[in-house]
């Protein structure tokens, strides 16, 4: 029978799960501990960098206040604008929040959905583990990995100067977010048997949040009611180096509180390596798979679609900001001179950069679905049979840039519709779209070096190449990293509709063509997990 609820024994050998959650972690959360505390070392020092002048600093609270600055940032809260801190809360809040919120997810699903997936789990709860231990464990990891980071951003960054009661309550709206997210990775690893559902639910959650923060903050850049809805709004209101509360906090973490109970409501309910939510089961009258091809795009299906949707919605609501962009440059001096250089067609371009960057998540993903079902033991029903491991690598690149195809039409198609209602160009719906499938080459790149990944059995390369796209792209120029750094990033490279660099172009694909022929021969020759 089933240990009561309130019985110590549903928690017996959480202390040991811990440990050994930490031995098998140790490196990966090192090097996400290492990269966010670095950033919180850097990032004030390139603040003041950036912005010596007054002049600079209310040029760039112009920009941070149009529609599009305040979905990619935060709130403004019409005080303290251009202190220093408030402009790195305002800059830096959000994307530490997604960060953080990543690594608290894929951490809870590793070591709770994904091993009952694997089979690992079955060996553990063989011996004498408690029903909740494996949660618990999960659990307890995130908060010691986010109570760490609070405590070495915090010092980072108080060791820069700043006030360290403002810098403490940045941190930990933080981290208090990461928290809640862990738990929503608690509660979806009981609803789907399937660890990838589970993470995509958890992200899809993350992603919905970030978006009503921002539409809520575009509403009222102070924060509206719809604001409210999301967690990660609650952290920004706590106004760090503006208006200091603490009362957001407590919000934070009666959610987590409740989010973690739900689980453990789910998984005392639920019968071992089953989900809530019950799988669809097979379907007899299904058409048969013909070909690896066919089988890659089959297995993808979901994420293509998922994807799709949500760069179109992405590129909507990027495309539908270029009013509200162009308006703001009337009172702008400095967003006239980018204009007035560049052109409209480079708010375009740098639009469409943030939705490629999407999309390399999505490629990199899908190919490392290889190692991931590899791992798993189901990569050797296919190879038992004529495909070669070379074939079975190389069409999983070729399915994953097909993908491509279809979500950076969508994001290209969507951006244009926005864009083009916005400023009354209905011409540039066309030239939006053909500009998304200009960065094609550059997901050449990125699937090649996910499939490098493979070949090594070095999953976390290909996130690190999304990383970095993504953080040159985002945070390049805040944190002043060199231009040849920033170039070495494919979508960096492309700047479509601006201008289309066909020799660049060409040479991404030769890269990512024969980039992907390597880790081909390099699979091949090594043993499958």
């Known amino acids: 029978m089933t240990a009561p609820v309130l019985s110590p024994a549903v928690w ?171 738990a929503v990775a608690a509660v979806t690893a009981q609803l789907w048997r399937q660890a990838r559902t589970a993470t995509g639910a958890a992200m899809a959650a993350l992603a919905v949040a970030a ?95 998922g994807w799709t949707v949500g760069l179109f919605l992405g590129g909507l609501a990027f495309g539908s900001m270029t009013k509200s962009l162009l308006d703001a440059a009337e009172d702008n001096e400095m967003i006239q001179r980018v204009i007035a250089a560049q052109g409209t067609d480079s708010v375009y371009t740098t639009m469409t950069q943030f939705l490629a960057a999407a999309a390399s998540a999505f490629v ?43 979500l950076m039409t969508a994001a290209g198609l969507g951006n244009g519709l926005g864009a083009g209602f916005a400023v009354g160009d209905p011409a540039t719906v066309a030239r939006l779209t053909v500009a998304a499938l200009a960065f094609l080459p550059a997901l050449v790149v990125m699937a090649a070096v996910a499939a490098l990944a493979v070949a090594v059995r070095r999953p976390w390369l290909g996130w690190l190449a999304v990383a970095f796209v993504v953080v040159s792209l985002y945070l390049g120029a805040l944190l002043r990293l060199p231009q040849w750094l920033i170039d070495l990033s494919p979508v960096s490279r492309t700047t479509a509709p601006m201008d289309y660099p066909v020799t660049a172009l060409i040479v991404m694909v030769v890269v990512g063509a024969g980039g992907t022929a390597v880790a081909g021969a390099l699979y091949r020759r090594r043993d499958v997990l």
Request: net charge neutral; with cysteine; proline share 3%.
């Open 12 to 182: 017996t050998g959480t202390t040991t799960l811990l440990r050994l959650a930490l031995i098998r972690d140790r490196v990966r959360l090192g090097i996400w501990f290492a990269v966010l505390t670095s950033m919180m070392v850097y990032a004030p020092n390139a603040v003041r960098l950036a912005y010596p002048e007054e002049a600079q600093r209310l040029a760039r609270v112009d920009l941070m206040k149009t529609p599009a600055g305040i979905m990619m940032s935060g709130p403004m809260f019409g005080g303290n604008e251009t202190d220093l801190g408030a402009m790195l809360a305002n800059e830096l809040m959000l994307t530490l929040i997604v960060a953080t919120s990543i690594l608290a997810v894929l951490t809870v699903i590793r070591h709770t959905r994904a091993e009952e997936e694997s089979g690992a789990a079955e060996l553990v709860l063989s011996s004498v583990v408690g029903r909740y231990a494996r949660t618990t464990a999960a659990l307890v990891l995130v908060a010691g990995v986010n109570a760490a980071l609070a405590v070495s951003m915090t010092v980072a960054m108080a060791a820069s100067g700043f006030a360290v009661a403002d810098t403490a309550a940045m941190c930990l709206g933080v981290t208090a977010v990461a928290m809640v997210f862990g």
């Open 211 to 305: 978006v009503v923060r921002g539409v809520g903050d575009v509403i009222d850049n102070s924060g509206s009611a719809l604001s409210w809805f999301s967690p990660i709004a609650w952290a920004q209101q706590m106004r760090p180096f503006v208006d200091l509360r603490w009362w957001p906090l407590a919000m934070l973490v009666v959610l987590t509180v409740a989010l973690t109970a739900l689980a453990a409501l789910l998984e005392g309910r639920r019968q071992y390596d089953a989900g809530t939510i019950p799988s669809t089961g097979e379907h007899p009258g299904a058409r048969p798979i013909r070909g690896v091809l066919a089988l890659h795009l089959t297995l993808q299906r979901g994420q293509i679609v």
């Open 364 to 406: 990199v993903a899908a190919v490392l679905r290889v190692y991931t079902d590899e791992e798993k033991g189901l990569t050797e029903a296919v190879l038992a049979g004529s495909v070669s491991r070379w074939r079975w690598l190389v069409t999983a690149v070729v399915a994953a840039l097909l993908g491509s195809v279809v």
